[in-house]
């Protein structure tokens, strides 16, 4: 299926009408990552970055983020949101620690809420970086990517283990 569905008959960008479509219960599952320095990761873990508690500031600024979606990506529908959390988990590398972002977001809606998954990580990851580049600019953001998404005529998708 290779159809262009957000423009419309004259080539021009449009925001696909939803409003035939059912409502259905609909989540989606993103993750994206930060790998930092350890000396990032001891203030992290430790709770010394002076600006505050990095991941909590930046789980509400990625929850911030997912209600906000349409406002940034223009073909996003608004919707309202029935959840959004996040989950978190170091993995410590070669003389680095990766932190692993995962966001989990529900609605009931007619649309999906991938765009709004997405999102979330990615304004948490940017969060990570802001709260702490004071410390070591060289934080590496990514990859960013959809895990999981459910409901809708399109059905499931799970992301194929690599």
Known sequence: MSEFTHFNEHGKARMVDISEKNETARTARAASSVIV??????????????????LSVAQVAGIMAAKK??????????????????SFR????????????????????STGVEMEALTAVSVCALTIYDM???IDKSITIGP????????GKSGDYKRAEA
């Open 90 to 109: 170091w993995e410590p590398k070669e003389e680095e620690y990766e932190l692993m972002i995962e966001s989990f977001v529900k609605t009931k809606g």
């Open 132 to 134: 702490c580049k004071a």
């Open 37 to 54: 320095s350890q000396a990032v990761y001891e203030k992290m873990t430790k709770g010394e970055v002076k600006k505050g508690d990095v």
């Open 144 to 151: 960013t990517y959809l895990i999981t998404k459910t409901g």
């Open 69 to 86: 979606t349409s406002d940034i990506i223009p073909m996003c529908h608004p919707l309202a949101l029935t959840g959004v959390d996040f």
